[in-house]
């Protein structure tokens, strides 16, 4: 793709993946259904055990799917992440991030419960949200049922997962929620205003456009439920990140979502809240997910199963994966 000076070996990828069409979404989960199931199944190491359950949604009175995926360590009650999966608020689910999910499991010893939440446009803004919520209120009541340390749950998701993670990490500062003691945002969608440096500039640029991010919006916040929870749908307009707990936050150079994020994590550290933030040269949105073998994109995993052990006082040092 000419203009943008792509990491060497994210540039094929970058000339192969054009940015998500959103303007037919029925299409575009076939088209992802059938590209996962083609896909070799994920590889569950032996250290790991995947759990799928349902939970009680207080919003829409019907069943809340999670997967939850245990590190089998024995002698240790391991912390817990609340990940929530990206796709533009329209696509993906907890299924399709297994190996995110498992590789975080695998690699630094946290539990995950990964949450199916509801798509739009069918369940638009606050649907997500309340989702999200829920599932964080669910793990602090039922610690014990799950073997985690109740004092070291924590949320994160990608893409716009990451924007619903931010959302309730606010929510639950302003509404006596769980205590959370750290947040990771991955490549995050924040800012509903889509109106940043990077969002003019990047309008062509692969996996995530401009025009990608601008449709995305609208399916989400489509509904006359708009103004429930509003600060919490676009936490880059919220009035105070005081409070906030510590946050990792990780940036594509390439990514209208670039700009949002930097600013973020800027007005974070002016409100106290301690952040670690990298910006990744050469990347584009979610090319760490695509493109895993590149160099750059183990690095950056490396930096977020780094920053879990941190902030979650392990102690430890990230494993290897498994050759299982």
């Known amino acids: 793709m000419p203009g943008y000076p792509f990491d060497p070996e994210l540039a094929e990828a970058a000339r192969t993946l054009p940015a998500l069409d959103l303007d037919d979404i029925d299409s575009l989960r076939k088209q992802m259904a059938e590209g996962a199931a083609a896909l070799p199944p994920v590889t569950v190491p032996g250290n790991v055990r995947v759990e799928r359950l349902e939970i009680n949604n207080p919003d829409s009175h019907e069943p809340l799917p ?7 360590r024995s002698g240790e009650t391991p912390p817990c992440l609340v990940w929530l999966h990206g796709g533009g608020f329209v696509l993906g689910s907890a299924e399709l991030d297994l190996h995110t999910t498992v590789g975080i499991a695998e690699r630094t010893g946290t539990t995950v419960v990964s949450v199916d939440y509801r798509l739009a446009p069918e369940h638009p803004y606050p649907a997500a949200l309340i989702d999200s919520c829920a599932a964080v209120e669910w793990v602090r009541s039922h610690h014990s049922e799950l073997g985690i340390d109740p004092s070291r749950i924590g949320i994160g998701g990608t893409s716009a997962g990451a924007c619903l993670a931010a959302g309730t990490a606010l929510w639950a500062r302003d509404n006596a929620g769980p205590d959370l003691c750290f947040q990771l945002l991955d490549n995050p969608v924040l800012d509903g205003r889509t109106a940043t440096g990077s969002m003019t500039r990047f309008t062509d640029t692969p996996m995530w456009s401009a025009a990608s991010a601008r449709t995305s919006w609208h399916l989400y916040r489509n509904t006359a439920r708009h103004n429930l929870f509003a600060q919490y749908a676009s936490p880059a307009q919220s009035d105070s990140f005081a409070g906030l ?8 150079e390439f990514d209208p979502l670039r700009d949002e994020a930097w600013e973020y994590a800027r007005r974070l550290l002016a409100a106290g809240v301690q952040t670690e933030v990298h910006l990744y040269p050469g990347t584009f949105h979610s090319s760490t997910h695509v493109v895993t073998e590149a160099a750059i994109s183990r690095r950056a995993l490396d930096d977020l199963h780094t920053a879990l052990i941190r902030a979650f006082d392990r102690g430890g040092e990230v494993r290897p994966p498994s050759t299982n």
């Open 66 to 72: 999670l997967v939850v995926i245990h590190p089998n």
């Open 245 to 252: 707990p510590p946050t990792f936050v990780s940036i594509a």
